[in-house]
């Protein structure tokens, strides 16, 4: 009965489910293409909002960095002021200063290139932020609101951090550039080796009396610090027999109680010392007439001397080089008493290496052989291109040796005998024994006219810059292992200046610690176990202890080997 036929509640359900079963699918069809129109519709939407505040506050970001009022007053401020130099005055030194200049000038642009990168990498992390958050709105229509309203609050908050920021950064150049001191280039090098140096341009006061040169900024670059060197005004920093200089650059309160000038030059000035090892020509000329030669020779005559240890007999003795380097009186600095201000100043003297100059570190690329023309000019020698006299003056029969004898270390013993050899091996001798007190004019004729100039090594033979190019320098070599210090002193030099170099290396047997010491002693068997103990015991032995007595036949190939190359 009633298994088979329907149920009057089921059949309807049964014809209306394919019906809803129809209807739901086409609805479910609509809200996917809905869905789909409305999500391209939002990406559209948001692609142009973004983009258009992207570029809105990209926009603003660079209109504030570089309308910025700071960066035009960095600019300015960047800009120091100093007296125009002479041409003769521009040194290597001042191009690296133009270039710092220019670098810190640049420095400003440089942040605000930085500030404006950070402010557009903000912006597009905000908008992939902001694309994340309407895919979730989409998934998720109740929590979507409230992150999307979260999300503009840290936007908003991130804003300000980078408004801040570029506000912050704007007070810090302001700060910088108008509250605050350019830094400037040190005043002192004592970087190099051999000596210190102190170079002031601007408003500089030497004070003899107390030996101190003070630095007056400019108004704008005082500041709160002040600066203090002391330094040995001579080219050997480490002589303890050269008193120091005191340069002080001096800050604001300093500057406006500074003492007054009572005599103002148009000149610059150099401030040095005279003393130490002086007296001696070697260390004359290496550690004072070389080194000032290459620190005021490019002024030519237009600079003062300071001199601190002023040494009356120098002055004297070397007053043509001295007079020629500075048309201006020789101060001394130690004894005057007034406040000397000078546009320039400079502390101290140049000094490449032992009697010898640098070119590439030289200015105008000077040279040794142009220290000695110039030297030979101030004595009214023979200039270049002129031979030596044996060839250039036909009258000559034999070439002219001048025998220098040292008088207290390292002298000829049996110097008549090597007179008497020189002579029967052709040549003119000139034998000369240098005192103190002979005129260096004399002396530099004296030895202009020969061809040859023969001694132990030590400080006579410094007179060679007074032979002419192709004339000889015979230097006798002590006992001792002395061959480098011979050639770094004198044969490197020579060559420099075109002259010939000829070396004499004596035997032990011709040394007097031969007779004193024996030959079994180490000062004679073992030199170098003498130099390891230290400069002053090789200094004991060979320089001070040893005289020579000159084995005249061993000597006779030497000197016929000069004759020769005279000769050629």
Not at 345 to 353: A, D, E, K, N, P
Request: net charge negative; glycine share 8%; charged share 25%.
């Amino acid at each position: 009965m009633g298994t088979d036929s329907p149920s009057p509640s089921t059949a309807p359900v049964a014809g209306l489910g394919a019906k809803g079963a129809a209807r739901a699918v086409a609805q479910h069809h609509q809200a996917v293409v809905g869905f789909l129109l409305g999500f391209f519709l939002v990406l559209l939407l948001y692609t142009t909002v973004s983009s258009q505040f992207g570029s809105q506050n990209a926009i603003g970001v660079l209109q504030s960095t570089s309308t910025s009022p700071a960066v035009r007053t960095g600019q300015n401020a960047m800009t120091p002021t100093s007296p125009s130099p002479k041409p003769n005055d521009v040194k290597k030194g001042d191009h690296i200063k133009e270039d710092n200049k220019e670098q810190q000038s640049n420095t400003p642009n440089k942040m605000e290139e930085d500030r404006t990168q950070h402010g557009i990498n903000g912006i597009e992390k905000e908008n992939q932020t902001e694309a994340k958050l309407d895919d979730e709105k989409v998934k998720n229509p109740e929590g979507g609101q409230a992150a999307v309203n979260d999300a503009r609050s840290d936007r908003m908050e991130e804003e300000d951090l980078i408004r801040q920021e570029i506000d912050q950064g704007s007070m810090i150049k302001n700060d910088t550039n108008i509250g605050q001191v350019t830094p400037r280039k040190p005043i002192c090098d004592l970087s190099d080796p051999r000596y210190d140096i102190c170079e002031i341009s601007g408003d500089a006061r030497a004070l003899g009396a107390n030996r101190t040169v003070l630095y007056l900024p400019p108004a704008g670059e005082r500041g709160a610090d002040s600066q203090e060197w002391s330094i040995r005004d001579q080219s050997r920093k480490y002589l303890e027999f050269v008193g120091n200089v005191t340069v002080r650059s001096l800050n604001a309160s300093q500057a406006a109680a500074a003492p007054a000038c009572t005599s103002r030059h148009a000149v610059p000035a150099v401030v040095f010392a005279m003393n130490g090892l002086t007296s001696n020509p070697w260390h004359d000329f290496s550690d004072v007439l070389i080194p000032l030669f290459l620190t005021t020779r490019a002024l030519d005559g237009e600079v003062q001397f300071l001199v601190s240890d002023l040494q009356p007999w120098f002055v004297d003795k070397y007053r043509l080089i001295l007079r020629n380097l500075s048309r201006h009186d020789v101060v001394d600095f130690n004894r005057d008493g007034g406040v000397r201000c000078y546009p320039r100043v400079t502390v101290g003297l140049r000094s490449h290496r032992d009697l010898g100059i640098d070119p590439a570190r030289a200015p105008r690329n000077y040279t040794l052989l142009d220290f000695q023309l110039y030297v030979r000019e101030i004595y009214g020698l023979p200039p270049p291109g002129i031979d030596v006299p044996y060839k250039e003056q036909q009258q000559r029969t034999m070439p002219r040796l001048m025998l220098i004898n040292r008088g207290r270390t390292r002298k000829f013993v049996n110097f008549p005998e090597i007179v008497a050899a020189a002579r029967d091996a052709g040549f003119e001798v000139v034998p000369v024994e240098p005192r103190r007190d002979l005129g260096v004019e004399e002396l530099a004729r004296a030895v202009d006219s020969c061809d040859v100039l023969m001694g132990a090594h030590g400080a006579g033979l410094t007179n060679f810059f007074f032979l002419r190019s192709n004339a000889v320098m015979l230097q006798v070599v002590p006992w001792g292992h002395m061959e480098h210090s011979c050639m770094v002193f004198y044969g490197g030099p020579a060559r420099e200046m075109r002259l010939r170099d000829v070396e004499y290396s004596i035997a032990a047997v011709e040394s007097t610690l031969y007779d004193k010491y024996g030959e079994d002693s180490p000062v004679i068997s073992d030199p170098e176990s003498i130099h390891r103990q230290g400069w002053q015991f090789g200094m004991r032995y060979y320089w001070i202890e040893q005289d020579i007595r000159l084995n005249v036949t061993r000597f006779a190939p030497t000197l016929h080997q000069v004759l020769q190359m005279l000769k050629e």
